[in-house]
């Protein structure tokens, strides 16, 4: 079935600095991909949504200086977290949007992000 | 307002007893889809069910049944013969628009936690 490979699946990182995540579809293209934050106890919410070769969709209240998605290819989706503060220490997820899978949507397998 | 409503943060079940897990929605949308997704502690998403909204008959997936009631706006998910390892988070997820090319997110609720007991 297809697979959406996220990387790392958990980061440390200092006040100030800056990660990356990446989502890679493994065996079909995702023309959408959806990035979600999940706070401890909470549901999903809805950050971004890219479209390969044009500008991120952001939600409302979301920093599009601060997290940067990026998603240049079909099969590779990034979202920096930049200048990172501990406020944002949370487990972000991706979803692509696919045709092969059933229903249409992979999730990756999620990254816990601690900002320390 | 909330467009995906799971009223139970938690929910306890005995071992290999049935339970229901609640779900209401709100769209006006005629074309819409309902999923059913499990979470275990290590976070990953793991499809369920699916209800579209033209399905005339309610989803099954081996244990899972959605008891899809259009009218009331409601899709509950009924797990039959509990296990230890259905204790995880169950969240229902809403895609609003026509057709799976629509490229629509989904909007999950505030989600369930199933706690199956020995």
């Known amino acids: 079935g297809a697979v959406v490979s996220q990387h790392p699946s958990r980061v440390i990182c200092k006040s100030g600095t800056s990660v990356k995540i990446e989502c890679r579809s493994l065996?079909?293209?995702?023309?959408?991909m959806f990035w979600y934050r999940q706070f401890p106890k909470q549901s999903l919410m809805l950050m971004a949504t890219s479209n390969e070769g044009s500008k991120a969709t952001y939600e409302q209240g979301v920093e599009k200086d601060k997290f940067l998605i990026n998603h240049a290819s079909l099969t590779l989706s990034t979202l920096t977290v930049t200048s990172a503060h501990p406020e944002d220490s949370s487990f972000y997820i991706c979803?692509?949007?696919?045709?092969?899978?059933?229903?249409?949507?992979?999730f990756g397998s999620g990254t816990r992000l601690t900002v320390v | 307002a909330q467009k995906i409503t799971q009223t139970q943060p938690g929910m306890f079940v005995q071992e290999k007893e049935a339970v229901t897990l609640d779900c209401t929605y709100d769209t006006s949308d005629q074309s819409y889809g309902l999923f059913w997704y499990k979470q275990p502690s290590s976070g990953e998403m793991i499809f369920l069910i699916y209800q579209g909204s033209y399905d005339e008959q309610n989803a099954t997936e081996g244990r899972y049944s959605l008891n899809f009631q259009k009218a009331r706006k409601s899709a509950n998910l009924v797990i039959s013969a509990s296990q230890l390892g259905d204790s995880a988070m169950y969240f229902c997820a809403m895609r609003e628009g026509r057709g799976r090319n629509a490229g629509n997110m989904l909007t999950f609720g505030g989600g369930t936690r199933l706690m199956v007991k020995p």
């Open positions: 979803s692509a949007r696919d045709l092969p899978t059933r229903y249409g949507y992979t």
């Open positions: 065996d079909f293209q995702a023309t959408t």
